[in-house]
């Protein structure tokens, strides 16, 4: 899928040899071979950053509905930012699944300081720090941490373009089908048994997806429609891709959320659901 959008703009990060080597052949040697550590998504873009090449980083639990190139340089030249993050829905809480780095000195130096202050806190989450850093919405230290300047920055169209299932609180989408530009799944799994981070046992727990659902990785990377993937066909004229997104789809949003700490949020799970907002995921015994 990503073939038909980014195209040779592309470089995936592959954690094992059997990845590298299906990667050699399916995207022409655009591959880096590394090691499991949630280090990579600062260091590799700021390899790139070093070389004068402005990055894109993107989790692998994301569809490409697509191509997010002019869309998010549009954004960048907007203000200008150097440094564009997805976000969340319903809450002022950013998402470091989808980030764009710019070239710049400024960006060089942020992320370095991020890198070596995590490379000695090991034990803190990379997108709490990641936020502290912005000094946005969430902190990772009882005494005030000494920030190098922040690169000017923006938050991604979380409304209608790079947008979120409903799978727990704080997320989903509003308005028109057509102009989302990635679907982030908000998988978790990286996070499961980590002893650190309990996001994918919460989500299995509470979130909106039961056990009986079908996982939306596994939903949207193995329809029998090979122009799904091969040739950029629209992924919303998909049946069953359509049902779960307008699953997600919002008619209003809410505000309770705003000004609350980010994460798990158990308490006020009740309060959403019994607003009314947001559908129920697809089910397998249907056509999805």
Do not use: A
């Given at each position: 899928r990503a073939l038909g959008t980014p195209g040779r703009r592309l470089i995936l990060f592959t954690l094992d040899d059997e990845a590298f080597r299906a990667c050699l052949v399916e995207n022409e040697q655009r591959c880096v071979r590394g090691t499991p550590s949630?280090?990579?998504k600062f260091t590799l873009p700021l390899v790139c950053a070093h070389l004068g090449l402005d990055t894109v980083w993107l989790d692998l639990d994301v569809f490409l509905m697509s191509d997010p190139t002019p869309e998010i340089i549009e954004h960048a030249q907007r203000g200008p930012y150097d440094l564009l993050v997805s976000g969340s829905f319903e809450a002022d809480c950013?998402?470091?699944?989808?980030v764009y780095f710019g070239a710049t000195t400024l960006v060089r130096e942020w992320l370095l300081a991020v890198i070596v202050w995590m490379y000695h806190h090991p034990y803190e989450h990379d997108q709490k720090t990641f936020s502290a850093f912005l000094n946005y919405t969430e902190t990772v230290s009882h005494e005030p941490l000494e920030l190098p300047r922040t690169p000017p920055w923006d938050t991604l169209d979380p409304i209608n373009k790079f947008v979120t299932p409903d799978t727990f609180e704080g997320n989903g989408w509003s308005g028109d089908i057509e102009n989302i530009v990635i679907y982030h799944f908000l998988n978790g799994e990286s996070d499961t048994g980590s002893g650190l981070d309990s996001s994918g046992t919460w989500t299995?727990?509470?979130?909106?997806?039961?056990?009986?659902?079908?996982?939306?990785?596994?939903?949207?990377?193995a329809q029998e429609d090979d122009d799904l993937y091969t040739a950029g066909t629209p992924a919303h004229e998909n049946p069953a891709l359509r049902r779960a997104l307008m699953s997600s789809r919002k008619t209003t949003r809410r505000t309770d959320l705003l000004g609350k700490p980010c994460g798990p949020m158990v308490g006020v799970v009740s309060a959403g659901r019994s607003a009314g907002q947001g559908a129920q995921p697809p089910d397998?015994?249907?056509?999805?």
């Open positions: 949630i280090l990579n950013i998402c470091n699944g989808i299995k727990e509470h979130g909106h997806f039961s056990s009986g659902r079908i996982p939306l990785m596994e939903l949207f990377y397998p015994t249907g056509d999805v």
